[in-house]
């Protein structure tokens, strides 16, 4: 009596299970449409979202930063246009290398912060051919 009542179990369990596994999946979100780009004057589209991932990293900002909230195509924002002159700039210094490679970001002085580190801690370095600075004193 013990496998049949397995086998009746195992049957009812089976016919429960069944339906739910030939469900069709849930419907996928369709990917996320951006809005056509307006008023790039550096930027391709193509290199449009790369580059502003890029700078919400380099400087730890969101989007409002530069950009006004729901208009990004506005230049309301100062910040905008500096960080136009600064992507000029990465892209001259970036220029001069003959390998052609990137070596200069906004990453590179910004390292996650709006003002760039423009010295170590502790000062700026000595100029070329001084004598190093003492020691400091014992404790």
């Known amino acids: 009596m013990t496998d049949r009542y397995l086998t009746k179990s195992l049957a009812v369990i089976a016919m429960m ?18 809005p056509a780009p307006k ?23 969101k989007c409002n930063f530069c950009h006004v909230e ?33 070596h200069v970001t906004c990453y590179t002085c910004h390292r996650g912060s709006t003002e760039p580190a423009m010295a170590p801690e502790g000062g700026p370095a000595p100029p070329a051919g001084a004598p190093p600075p003492p020691p400091p004193p014992a404790q």
């Open 17 to 34: 299970v069944t339906p739910l596994l030939a469900q069709d999946p849930p419907p996928q979100a369709p990917p996320r449409q951006h």
């Open 39 to 61: 008023n790039l004057k550096l930027l391709t589209p193509a290199e449009l979202m790369p580059a502003m991932r890029s700078f919400t990293t380099a400087l730890g900002v």
């Open 70 to 102: 729901g208009n990004f195509a506005s230049d309301d924002k100062p910040e905008k246009e500096t960080a136009r002159h600064m992507i000029t700039l990465a892209r001259d210094v970036n220029s001069k290398f003959p390998d052609g490679k990137m």
